[in-house]
């Protein structure tokens, strides 16, 4: 019993060998004929490379081999959208007077305010400059009050990381006129006051891919900082849709999303206004 065992295990081993020297020979027969190269190739040309940030922005930069440096790469946006907001909270106060009024209660302000937002942004390489336009459709006053907020606002991004599908980085907001509040007291009468113009610092981010033959997800979220101490701007909006394909002429996105902004203005101890909105939104992108 012995004997046919090992005789048995004998034929499988010397099978196995010419087994594996058939294999052998198949492999160096298709190492010559470049077999393993192209599927070699195949898989490597699947892991992306990490490129020159410097390059990508300015092809021919810093590349010796190309005798030419390109323009940096352009890019633009066109956006239109109406903000359906709601006045969520607003008051005006004079804490030396010991007044403090709500502006929906005791003003006759109205709550639901209509704003057409507009922006129009210019890229080159990794900066972008913006400027913003907000028109009331209905107006944010009453009888007894009045908010002048300025229409008009430019902006600056700079992306630390800019692909062709993803912005991510850093912006600064100034707006352009002093934001001012009438209102008509018993005893004052009517009173003007203004606050120092807003500006704002903050984070973006931006995801549009590029959707080829078919519609493609689209992405955009910021959020801003006051860093005017007594004008206090905060905002928070995110926004998404989808993109059409892409052309030679951009690509077009629609979106729906959300923003929600307070205000804070101060003027020493004799003037403080507060307010806090927040609104739905539908907007259409142009992107190029």
């Known amino acids: 019993m012995t004997d046919r065992t090992n005789a048995a295990i004998a034929h499988c081993s ?7 020297a058939t294999v052998s020979a198949s492999a160096a027969q298709a190492l010559s004929t470049g077999t393993t190269g192209t599927l070699a190739g195949c898989i490597v040309s699947q892991v ?4 020159n940030p410097v390059q990508e922005d300015v092809p021919g930069l810093t590349n010796p081999l190309i005798p030419f ?7 633009g946006e066109l956006r239109g959208r109406p903000i ?17 009024i709500k502006l929906a209660k005791d003003l006759g302000f109205e709550e639901d305010v209509v704003i057409v937002d507009l922006m129009a942004r210019a890229q080159i390489a990794r900066l972008s400059i913006r400027t913003i336009y907000d028109t009331w459709l209905s107006t944010f006053r009453s009888d007894l009050g009045h908010l002048s907020w300025p229409p008009f606002s430019a902006g600056m991004d700079i992306d630390l990381v800019n692909t062709s599908s993803v912005r991510l980085g850093a912006n600064l907001d100034v707006y352009s006129q002093q934001p001012a509040f009438s209102i008509v007291l018993p005893v004052l009468g009517t ?30 979220a910021r959020a801003r900082w006051p860093i005017i101490k007594d004008s206090r701007v905060t905002e928070y909006e995110i926004a998404g849709g989808a993109t059409t394909p892409l052309t030679i002429l951009g690509t077009t996105a629609l979106r729906a999303g959300w923003r929600y902004t307070t205000i804070e203005l101060r003027r020493k101890a004799e ?18």
Do not use: C
């Open 14 to 20: 010397i099978a196995l060998i010419l087994l594996l």
């Open 271 to 288: 003037f403080e206004l507060d307010l806090t909105w927040s609104g739905l939104f539908g907007e259409l992108v142009y992107l190029y």
């Open 69 to 75: 440096v390109f323009s940096p790469v352009l890019k």
């Open 84 to 100: 359906f907001t709601v006045a969520t909270s607003g008051e005006f106060k004079m804490p030396s007077a010991g007044i403090s």
């Open 191 to 220: 009173t003007s006051i203004k606050w120092q113009r807003p500006a704002t610092a903050g984070i973006h981010l931006a995801y549009n891919p590029v959707g080829m033959g078919g519609l493609a997800p689209s992405l955009e």
């Open 48 to 51: 992306p490379s990490s490129g």
